[in-house]
T-cell receptor, first 114, second 112 residues
């Protein structure tokens, strides 16, 4: 049981390039989330999904896209990368019936846009 | 006004001290109140969880929720160098995808 796995762990992009951050979970969780974390700013929700085929915007969705074709995978797409997207990105998941509301996080993907 | 306010610190204390971490919030709909601990270059992990107002204790950790004041706290007794981490308060409602809103996180350093 690997939990939530994110790839890549580190990436440097040039302005205007595009890339996909991969996230997969093996806990059969319905809900999945993408957050970004900037220094002193906590975690900001980018997009979330309540199940395969269903996605919705969070607090800071501009410049990103997501898809959810399977329960396990929730990739985050960055189009036309900008320096403002330099951040640490965390994927998280939770089970619908979980009473604690606990989120299970991946180890993060550090992205630098130059 | 931010939905969740948390002083980012840093907070530096000597080993054995009692640590108090706090958050305020503005959305009265929040139902679930959590504290996550995040070590450097790692993902956050759930430390404490409460559903209603009152206290909850787990070993050296106590979480308090005061819904009337929209104020939550985390107390760490007999703090240890291994407690050095960033502590994030988090809150959510059981609707709309169970979105969780996080505070800025407080960096804590416990000196041996």
């Amino acid at each position: 049981n690997a939990g939530v796995t994110q790839t890549p762990k580190f990436r440097i992009l040039k302005i205007g390039q595009s890339m996909t951050l991969q996230c997969t979970q093996d806990m059969n969780h319905n809900y999945m989330y993408w957050y970004r974390q900037d220094p002193g700013m906590g975690l900001k929700l980018i997009y979330y999904s309540v199940g395969a085929g269903i996605t919705d915007k969070g607090e800071v969705p501009n410049g990103y896209n997501v898809s959810r074709s399977t329960t396990e995978d929730f990739p985050l797409r960055l189009e036309l990368a900008a320096p403002s997207q330099t951040s640490v990105y965390f994927c998280a998941s939770r089970y619908y019936g979980q009473s604690t509301g606990e989120l299970f996080f991946g180890e993060g993907s550090r992205l630098t846009v130059l | 006004q931010k939905e969740v306010e948390q002083d980012p610190g840093p907070l530096s204390v000597p080993e054995g001290a009692i640590v108090s971490l706090n958050c305020t919030y503005s959305n009265s709909a929040f139902q679930y109140f959590m504290w996550y601990r995040q070590y450097s270059r790692k993902g956050p992990e759930l430390l404490m969880y409460t559903y209603s107002s009152g206290n909850k204790e787990d070993g050296r950790f106590t979480a308090q929720v005061d819904k009337s004041s929209k104020y939550i706290s985390l107390f760490i007794r007999d703090s240890q160098p291994s407690d050095s981490a960033t502590y994030l308060c988090a809150m959510s409602v059981n609707t709309g995808g169970f979105k969780t809103i996080f505070g800025a996180g407080t960096r804590l350093f416990v000196k041996a």
